[in-house]
């Protein structure tokens, strides 16, 4: 049984187009579970709209807000099926993505979670690229837990929380969802469901991030007083639940993180400048590409490879194979 969790709170403007990609899918979950968080705006209107769309779906209203952590974590005890996938009001999933995920699982019951590749869209649901992701597969299949723990040092963002299922059990074994690790909660468990159990993984585009200022990843990694707290945080659970890992991991994916949030800061700072003329852009675009070679060879040195490598190859050898869907290329 697959269970779908979408949480929402105030993207009424967002949610008709995630729903409806919901109700497009080719496997349609077994029941859908919609958490509103004590929305202002016209989101429950909207919701109750598409409810009628699936064979069983329901809408959970908070009292009062809890954040998007806990409602992840709400949604775990309120789903009754066996494999679970966590919708973002403002993303969008592809036709195939839980037809796929449920397939893999299907053939590999010891994995613990799913993955796949996603695209990029803008505010305006466009199409603007591929998130430069590793590519740990040619084709769909299971990769073991020993297989795991290479590809984790090699390369560890291949796992993307908006294409990701996962085994219920697993993740409730696992404590859910980290509170203190706030926008990589997802990034973190399903790092560890892989590590301990394996992972199924196809290297098609299946769902696409939007990317957007007020979005919850892009907010808070591009708060460096935040960032640094949710890379303690990582630290502190790696070190908690050392076996999973390889040995030296730790580190790597703390240095990672820190890297990534600078990243996302600058990529802010430009935007911003951008929007002031095309000198105060071009600056900027400039003091962005010093600081990233400088925060790279600082941060993640040992890591030049495989940046080239998934940068270069999917335009490669992987595009006959890799399936947009929904929007198209």
């Known amino acids: 049984m697959l269970s779908v969790i979408l949480t929402s709170y105030n993207y009424a403007a967002y949610l008709p187009a995630a729903l409806a990609a919901l109700a497009a899918q080719s496997r349609q979950p077994d029941e859908l579970i919609v958490i509103d968080d004590c929305s202002a705006d016209d989101s429950l209107a909207v919701i109750t709209t598409f409810l009628g769309r699936f064979a069983d779906a329901r809408l959970v209203q908070n009292p009062h807000n809890l954040g998007i952590v806990a409602n992840l974590n709400r949604g775990i005890e309120l789903a009754r099926g066996s494999v679970v996938y966590f919708a973002a009001a403002d993303d969008l999933t592809y036709p195939a993505l839980l037809e796929r995920g449920m397939e893999l699982l299907d053939r590999h019951p010891a994995a613990g979670v799913f993955s796949a590749r996603s695209a990029i869209i803008d505010v305006d649901g466009r199409v603007t690229g ?121 580190n790597r994916c703390v240095q990672r993180y820190l890297f990534g949030a600078r990243r996302f800061a600058l990529a802010r700072q430009r935007e911003e400048a951008q929007a002031r003329g095309f000198g105060p852009g071009l600056a900027a675009r400039l003091r962005e590409v010093a600081l990233t070679l400088w925060l790279f060879a600082t941060h993640r040195p040992w890591d030049v490879a495989a940046v080239l490598r998934r940068r270069f190859l999917p335009r490669s050898s992987l595009r006959p194979r890799v399936s947009v869907g929904w929007f198209g290329s």
């Open 130 to 250: 591929r998130l430069a992701t590793a590519v740990p597969l040619r084709e769909p299949g299971f990769i073991p837990p020993e297989r795991v723990a290479r590809q984790l040092m090699r390369d560890d963002n291949w796992l993307t929380g908006n294409t990701t299922l996962y085994r219920r059990a697993a993740l409730a074994a696992a404590g859910g969802f980290p509170q203190e690790l706030g926008s990589f909660c997802d990034g973190y468990v399903s790092r560890l469901l892989a590590a301990r159990h394996g992972a199924c993984y196809s290297p098609e585009v299946l769902g696409a991030w939007r990317r957007h200022s007020s979005g919850f990843a892009w907010s808070q990694t591009a708060d460096l007083a935040r960032s640094r707290e949710v890379a303690a945080g990582v630290e502190r659970r790696i070190a908690a639940d050392g076996p999973a890992f390889p040995p030296g991991y730790g």
